[in-house]
């Protein structure tokens, strides 16, 4: 029998969770309970951890739960995308204002080493003398007189080094996906279900083979189906 991914679960500074520890999880746990008491945002914070911080998947989320919307029309200003860009403290206890106070989410099994870090902050965009453009972290002193000011998404697991993103990348629709850190395989499906075009792949990655089996006896025959990835 395969070893379960994730034997425990700790989930700190997450929508309705101040701090929420599980132990002894299973291959399959049943989770029940009254609306509203964060069984959909306990499902939410296992899908960051199998996707490493994703922002991608941080706005799908939101998206489904109305709070916020990727920019698909022509039209759009820095206005708009900064209050799209700011919908992201809806993911982080008590809706505090991002703006004022960095914020950071973990979740993971308890274990230093298998801690997801999920941190906002405000950075500065900068040309080095090679032309390539960085990140450099802003003090709450050196927000008002820096210039190119961005907030960014500091994403850290375990020991690994912070992968910063820059959230304004993920609310424009029109802007290409960037390659993300892989994480564990899983299929999240969310409280409004899945799209049309998420079931059509799905399908697609589903290879079906069926092994037709001749009995011994006359007249009798056995058909197997083999599901498989």
């Not at 964060?38 to 296992?46: C, D, V």
């Not at 991608?56 to 039209?75: C, K, M, Q, T």
């Not at 708009?80 to 106070?101: A, W």
Request: one cysteine or more; charged letters at 20%.
């Amino acid at each position: 029998m395969p070893n379960v991914l994730v034997n425990a679960l700790e989930i700190n500074n997450f929508r309705g969770f101040k701090h929420l520890k599980l132990d002894k999880l299973g291959r399959v746990n049943l989770i029940v309970g009254k609306n509203n008491v964060g069984k959909t945002s306990l499902l939410e914070a296992l899908a960051m951890y199998a996707r490493r911080g994703s922002p991608a998947l941080i706005w799908d989320i939101l998206e489904a739960r109305h709070e916020s919307a990727r920019i698909r029309g022509v039209a759009r200003n820095t206005t708009d995308i900064q209050n799209r860009i700011e919908d992201v403290r809806f993911l982080f206890y008590g809706r505090q204002d991002i703006k004022e106070k960095p914020s950071t989410i973990s979740v993971g099994t308890g274990l230093p080493h298998e801690t997801l870090s999920i941190s906002t902050g405000w950075y500065a965009l900068q040309t080095d003398n090679q032309g390539l453009r960085k990140l450099q972290p802003l003090l709450a002193p050196e927000f008002a007189a820096a210039d190119n000011v961005v907030l960014g998404l500091s994403v850290r697991h375990g020991s690994d080094l912070d992968t910063v993103y820059r959230l304004y990348r993920y609310v424009d629709f029109r802007r290409p996906p960037l390659t993300e850190t892989s994480g564990i395989k899983y299929i999240y499906v969310p409280a409004n279900g899945l799209g049309d075009v998420e079931v059509g792949e799905y399908w697609d990655s589903i290879t079906l083979t069926v092994l037709l089996f001749a009995g011994i006896l006359p007249g009798f025959s056995c058909a197997v189906a083999d599901l498989f990835e």
